[in-house]
């Protein structure tokens, strides 16, 4: 079972679209182990984007990432990470299908409502980020014995 971190951005949480988001991984069958609304600060923006320091582009990621509050989340699934980026959609608008989160609902590349761990090892870091281990819920659910 894989776990990644999927954070709707302040976009998708001032346009009332956290609701609709968490039920596209319900859909797909993940099941949610951790989630909050946040309001991220300016050290833990600069740790979540760490990658792209010194990048043109770096100031304007922390400053929107922290201009709201965000809902962060912790999902578990087969294959989740692959899945999980399947459903977000291209992180260019102009890219991403209809069908996915941001095909159907994202209608600029900076503002693209949602963020998706890349890997095993960012998903890693980025849970570790925003959430205390004690924080993610392990629990069967009990509709899996008749899935």
């Known amino acids: 079972m894989e776990r990644t971190f999927l954070m709707v951005k302040p976009d998708g949480v001032q346009r009332g679209l956290v609701g609709r988001i ?11 182990i951790a989630g909050k609304l946040v309001q991220v600060s300016e050290a833990q923006a600069k740790k979540h984007y760490a990658e792209h320091e010194g990048k043109p582009f770096f100031d304007e990621l922390v400053g929107f990432i922290t201009s709201g509050p965000v809902f962060a989340m912790v999902w578990e699934g087969d294959d989740i990470i692959a899945l ?3 459903v977000i959609g291209k992180t260019k608008v102009t890219e991403a299908l ?4 941001r095909g159907d609902f994202a209608a600029h590349t900076p503002f693209n409502l949602i963020h998706g761990s890349d890997g095993p ?6 849970i570790a980020n925003f959430f205390a281990p004690h924080e ?3 629990y069967s659910r009990s509709v899996s014995r008749w899935i």
Request: glycine share 8%; hydrophobic share 35%; proline share 4%.
């Open 136 to 138: 993610l819920i392990n």
């Open 98 to 101: 209809p069908g996915t989160i």
């Open 121 to 126: 090892a960012s998903a890693e870091r980025e």
């Open 84 to 86: 999980s980026r399947m």
């Open 22 to 32: 968490i039920s596209r991984f319900e859909d797909k069958g993940f099941q949610m």
